[in-house]
């Protein structure tokens, strides 16, 4: 298999660990808003704890994207 | 960066910096300083904000709309920094309302719909990993400096959280220590790859209804199908402009609360 053809491949392979960090963010913002239905007063307090914990799921997911990028066009 | 597709469809062309005005010569002892498109949204970034907070400057009793507006920033941005370093982080609320201000200001002007004069299209000055790394590694020395001139080698102590046992001090510490020194690569990294991601997408369904017009028949529908799934993505990128701003403001006042409240 020649390079060019591999650099696609692993791009395609990586792009999965994106997808991934869907399910991470969506498991963050489902748990927040499960325990917001159920106590709605202390929901708001905790919001800021909600977005880095949204930031922290998002950055795993990020770094799947670059490793994707860096394969794609670093690589040679 | 190669061409996707195979009717030269090129989402990074957006982020090409260019220099205008002629000036892709000007140069200091050999260093380029030819002023480029990315200068240019950065000034227009610093102007608006500027204008904003200006007209939020009449200090009335009751506040109109625009002081109103400043002032909810304003709050917004203390009460962060309040919640998260307490009342010792008040000398930092210039720096992080600052940054905050400029992420965000930035993030939205790169999606503001020039457009539709021919020819011409926004900048987004936080999609260049050279514009976040240098916003994050601001922050990440403001930590260290303060880190250590308050608390000097026993700012080391941050690394080896309370009730370690000691047979796991070193691993802990050498472990701490790595996840401290990613901070600045990974604050830098998730607004450069948010912003870089969301316009690349918007770029994509865009050459998608321009490729449908061109194709007809079916195309058209598929134009009016992008053009829709333009509209929701947009939506969902000022909302994640607006998160991304506040994200790295917040990690900035949780980190200089680790640097000035250790534990």
Redesign the interface.
């Known amino acids: 298999m020649d390079l060019a053809s591999a650099k696609v491949i692993g791009a395609g392979l990586a792009a999965i660990g994106v997808g991934m960090a869907a399910l991470g963010v969506g498991n963050v913002f489902g748990s927040f808003l499960e325990g917001a239905l159920r106590n709605p007063g202390a929901a708001d307090g905790q919001q800021?704890r909600l977005?880095?914990g949204?930031?922290a799921a998002?950055?795993l997911g990020?770094?799947a994207?670059?490793i994707a990028i860096l394969i794609?066009?670093v690589v040679k | 960066?190669?061409a996707e597709g195979g009717s030269g469809i090129d989402p990074m062309h957006q982020f090409r910096v260019e220099p205008l005005f002629g000036s892709g010569d000007w140069a200091i002892a050999g260093h380029n300083i030819a002023f480029t498109n990315s200068a240019l949204f950065m000034v227009i970034t610093l102007a608006v904000l500027w204008l904003f907070m200006l007209g939020g400057m009449k200090r009335a009793l009751v506040p109109g709309r625009w002081q109103a507006a400043v002032e909810g920033m304003t709050s917004f941005v203390t009460n962060?920094m309040d919640?998260?370093i307490g009342p010792q982080g008040r000398k930092f609320t210039p720096y992080v309302f600052s940054l905050f201000m400029f992420i965000l200001f930035a993030n939205l002007i790169g999606l503001f719909p020039l457009g539709v004069v021919p020819g011409w299209h926004p900048f987004t000055v936080t999609s260049h990993i050279t514009l976040t790394a240098v916003l994050a590694f601001f922050s990440f020395g403001i930590v260290l400096v303060v880190g250590f001139l308050r608390h000097g080698f026993h700012f080391f102590s941050l690394f080896v959280p309370h009730g370690t046992p000691k047979v796991m001090i070193p691993l802990i510490f050498v472990i701490e220590l790595a996840s401290f020194l990613v901070r600045p690569f990974?604050l830098g990294?998730?607004l450069f790859?948010?912003m870089t991601?969301g316009h690349i997408l918007l770029d994509v369904f865009a050459s998608f209804v321009v490729q449908g017009l061109n194709a007809g028949g079916i195309g058209y529908g598929v134009s009016i199908l992008s053009f829709i799934m333009i509209v929701g993505v947009s939506a969902l990128e000022l909302l994640v402009s607006a998160?991304q701003a506040?994200?790295f403001a917040?990690?900035t006042s949780?980190y200089l609360n680790d640097a000035i409240n250790l534990h």
């Open positions: 800021g977005f880095i949204f930031a998002e950055l990020l770094i994207f670059v794609l066009f | 960066m190669a962060m919640a998260n990974s990294l998730r790859v948010a991601a998160i506040y994200v917040l990690l949780l």
